[in-house]
């Protein structure tokens, strides 16, 4: 193997998965805004306010909780690269093992999508929240192809199908 072909993949890392701060501060700022953009409608158009802001507050509380409940339910655990397989170590659940894709990519801030072997799906959005050196390696991971696997021919095999 080539020198250039070695330092190609990403060595083993793991990164540890909390619940998104940026997601959050994003979600509270949508939903402010949503209620102040009403408030000032409901302000300038004329009619019955009170029954267009009973049926607004209703929808708006329905899609507050639904975000608080997406937010609040996103996985907190471990996600490991062993140079061929992700995998997602949750504390009371089995671990989810299968390809991360990436969504999302705005450089301190990655939304990905972990695909199960066993058929579950996890959303992810990891952030740079720890040393520089550690965030750089999963990034690496993120984008590297997995090691190839030796066969018993004596050739090398690619798990994944984008590798």
């Known amino acids: 193997m080539t020198r250039s072909a070695k330092s190609f993949h990403a060595p083993a890392t793991r990164h540890e998965v909390a619940r998104s ?5 994003f979600i ?3 939903l402010l805004a949503g209620l102040g953009g009403f408030a000032a409608w409901i302000a300038q158009s004329a009619g019955d306010g009170l029954l267009r802001g009973t049926v607004f507050f209703v929808l708006w509380g329905a899609f507050a909780g ?3 409940r997406f937010w609040f339910r996103l996985p907190v655990g471990t996600l490991h690269w062993d140079g061929l ?6 504390n009371a659940e089995m671990p989810v093992a299968g390809e991360l894709v990436v969504h999302a990519d705005f450089q301190s801030f990655l939304l990905v999508q972990l695909h199960g072997v066993d058929g579950r799906t996890q959303w992810l959005c990891l952030e740079r929240a720890q040393p520089r050196e550690a965030w750089a390696a999963l990034r690496r991971a993120v984008y590297s192809r997995p090691k190839p696997e030796p066969r018993a021919d004596g050739m090398f ?3 994944r199908g984008d590798a």
Do not use: I, T
Request: charged share 10%; glycine share 10%.
């Open 66 to 68: 639904l975000a608080w």
């Open 28 to 30: 509270a700022g949508a």
């Open 85 to 90: 397989h992700w995998s997602l170590n949750q």
């Open 21 to 25: 701060r940026m997601l959050g501060w």
């Open 157 to 159: 095999s690619v798990r």
